[in-house]
């Protein structure tokens, strides 16, 4: 049993699967590179650079979440944790702005980012106080 499948038993794991599955989904939209080109494309920039840069992030609704991405990325995650749409919309929402400050916290986006373990590396210290 890997680390994470058993920090998640431990912890009654659905958060912390729908944290892992954010990850994965984060991944298979290019990463936070193709998260910004997708903001962009959206007209929503201002919005990603906020959470990348070292100011204050702003805040995104499920509604701009569902004007970034199309219908069926987000029916993909949605289908991923077992949620609809509109809580998957929701949970986005409320994951990346903290996912990608974390993972930027020089204001640049690290070359080579391993974004999964990066993430763990978050939880881990969350839940270790590392």
Do not use: H
């Not at 038993?9 to 989904?25: A, F, H, M, P, R």
């Not at 204050?56 to 499920?62: C, E, G, T, V």
């Amino acid at each position: 049993m890997s680390l994470f499948n058993q920090i998640a038993s431990l912890l009654g794991g659905e958060k912390i699967n729908q944290y892992k599955t954010v990850l994965d989904w984060v991944e298979s939209q290019g990463g936070i590179e193709g998260l910004v080109k997708r903001f962009n494309i959206a007209g929503l920039s201002e919005i990603i650079q906020s959470w990348i840069g070292t100011n204050a992030n702003l805040p995104i609704s499920a509604e701009q979440i569902e004007q970034v991405f199309s219908s069926s990325v987000i029916s993909e995650l949605a289908s991923k944790i077992n949620m609809s749409q509109s809580e998957a919309s929701d949970m986005a929402a409320q994951y990346l702005p903290k996912l990608i400050d974390k993972v930027t916290p020089d204001g640049v986006i690290p070359k080579d980012l391993d974004l999964m373990s990066a993430g763990m590396n978050i939880l881990k210290s969350k839940i270790f106080g590392e």
